[in-house]
């Protein structure tokens, strides 16, 4: 169980990595949670639903979407989307934009910074999902179940162009620390080029896609307890300023608040692929 002042999950994670490349999901129930900032992320964010009661994300102008939900990379920018619910169970899927357009059978691009009803994009299949998740007993049949529909889809689907899956698995990869310009002289592509490809398949452009990896990578390291100058030194920041304008923009907050995030503080948890290691909390996971 992770609990985080009136939040309090039960959180399972899948005893094999999915089949799909770009695929990490955990599961969760959540008897109380009021009013999670929802911290960007350099994902697409899938969240299924098959619970009594359903998630509501709250949006920072009065707007709100309830129940299984897609969102794109990046959103919650400067703090304007907020989750709550009660009584929820759900599995969460994080999909790498360059597999994301194949599984969802849009693009990222098409989500225009927005979190989107999974009924919109599936239909008939977003239903389907929820009841089989619902009629099985045990998490590991339910990432099973997600995983082969996330398989089948991908298969089905249509592929970003492999100079545009090259592009972001080397943003990825130097954690935000590449050059746009570098780049486009690798791929023999004009920068013209790079940002209308990128932002056309994978929901970003370039520019943006580094700047949230770098983002990312710093924000876990904050919340890991490491030295915010240490943070920025290491992160491609110009100076401690620099970082925390960045999280500002991103969050809503500032560093020393972003520390005290559940939505990173549980990934620790919840998403034990995750490369930088994080504080420890009590957790007896969900394996019924």
Not at 86 to 95: D, G, M, S
Not at 269 to 288: N, Q
């Amino acid at each position: 169980m992770f609990v985080h002042g009136a939040a309090a999950w039960d959180v399972a994670c899948p005893q094999r990595p999915s089949r799909v490349p770009g695929v990490t999901m955990a599961g969760f129930r959540v008897r109380e949670l009021d009013a999670l900032r929802m911290v960007p992320h350099p994902a697409v964010t899938l969240l299924v639903e098959f619970g009594t009661g359903s998630p509501v994300m709250d949006y920072a102008d009065g707007r709100q979407q309830r129940g299984s939900v897609v969102a794109g990379p990046g959103v919650g920018s400067g703090g304007a989307v907020w989750a709550r619910g009660e009584n929820v169970e759900c599995v969460q899927v994080r999909l790498s934009p360059v597999v994301a357009r194949a599984v969802l059978g849009v693009s990222p691009a098409e989500l225009d910074g927005a979190v989107v009803a999974l009924d919109d994009l599936w239909g008939r299949e977003a239903s389907r999902i929820r009841e089989r998740l619902g009629d099985v007993s045990s998490w590991e049949d339910r990432f099973a179940l997600t995983d082969a529909l996330l398989a089948r889809r991908r298969e089905a689907g249509t592929p970003v162009d492999p100079e545009v899956a090259w592009a972001w698995n080397r943003i990825v990869v130097s954690r935000g620390l590449v050059r746009v310009d570098k780049l486009a002289a690798e791929l023999g592509w004009s920068r013209k080029r790079l940002w209308s490809r990128f932002r056309s398949q994978i929901g970003l452009p370039p520019k943006r896609a580094v700047k949230l990896v770098r983002f990312d990578h710093a924000a876990h390291r904050l919340v890991a307890g490491q030295d915010a100058a240490r943070v920025a030194a290491d992160g491609g920041y110009a100076d401690q300023s620099h970082l925390h304008r960045d999280v500002v923009a991103f969050t809503g907050v500032t560093p020393a608040a972003v520390v005290g995030e559940p939505f990173l503080a549980v990934d620790d948890i919840a998403w034990t692929s995750h490369e930088t290691p994080a504080k420890t909390h009590a957790s007896g996971g969900l394996r019924r």
